[in-house]
T-cell receptor, first 113, second 115 residues
């Protein structure tokens, strides 16, 4: 038979543009959210996190926005560079769940020079 | 600054063979985790250890066993490998701080193929 694979959502941007990667989370009781970057052949690398008592947090060139009303999380990357090309994962956690993260399926970001 | 170190990086096994994947962290973290990553399926938790001396099942524990050897080391064992266990395996660690969560830090993975 024929196998069917799941394809990651892909975001393609021009170098220098801003990127926005979106994530819908599932559990309204989740109180901690985190973004990871995964480059080919590497493990996930922590980018930024946010707790549910905040709606925005900024890092170096990255901003995470949290909208608890619609259970939506976004990662904004300013002045996207070729080195930002990777798969980006969001993850959520309920503090009562012994720190087990619930992972999204990822978004592939391609930066065109 | 090593962080989380996994060995081996690559391995090919035959169906029915056994194998232990090793993981060590040098960040004095309390919690350690084993995940598998398959195309299009994100990361799935196999087992975790909240602290030295404890282990618990994650989402997909069948066919695996773990040992938290000490605070630094957390190993994953496949007793009788099956083709369905072909995957990339990641180890991670984290340390609770106060009442909040802390990010997990990952190794670079073990790429395992079962023939």
């Amino acid at each position: 038979g024929e196998s069917v694979g799941l394809h990651l959502p892909t975001l393609s941007v021009q170098e220098g543009d801003n990127s926005i990667i979106n994530c819908a989370y599932s559990n309204s009781a989740s109180d901690y959210f985190i973004w990871y970057k995964q480059e080919s052949g590497k493990g996930p690398q922590f980018i930024i996190d946010i707790r549910s008592n905040m709606d925005k947090r900024q890092g170096q060139r990255v901003t995470v926005l949290l909208n608890k009303t619609v259970k939506h999380l976004s990662l904004q990357i300013a002045a996207t560079q070729p080195g930002d090309s990777a798969v980006y994962f969001c993850a959520e956690n309920n503090a009562g769940n012994n720190r087990k993260l619930i992972w999204g399926l990822g978004t592939s970001l391609a930066v065109n020079p | 600054n090593a962080g989380v170190t996994q060995t081996p990086k690559f391995q090919v096994l035959k169906t029915g063979q056994s194998m232990t994947l090793q993981c060590a962290q040098d960040m004095n973290h309390n919690s350690m985790y084993w995940y598998r990553q398959d195309p299009g399926m994100g990361l799935r938790l196999i087992y975790y250890s909240a602290s030295e001396g404890t282990t618990d099942k994650g989402e997909v524990p069948n066919g695996y066993n773990v040992s938290r050897l000490n605070k630094r080391e957390f190993s994953l064992r496949l007793e009788s490998a099956a083709p369905s266990q072909t995957s990339v395996y990641f180890c991670a660690s984290s340390s609770p701080a106060g009442s909040g969560n802390q990010p997990q830090h990952f190794g670079d993975g073990t790429r395992l193929s079962i023939l």
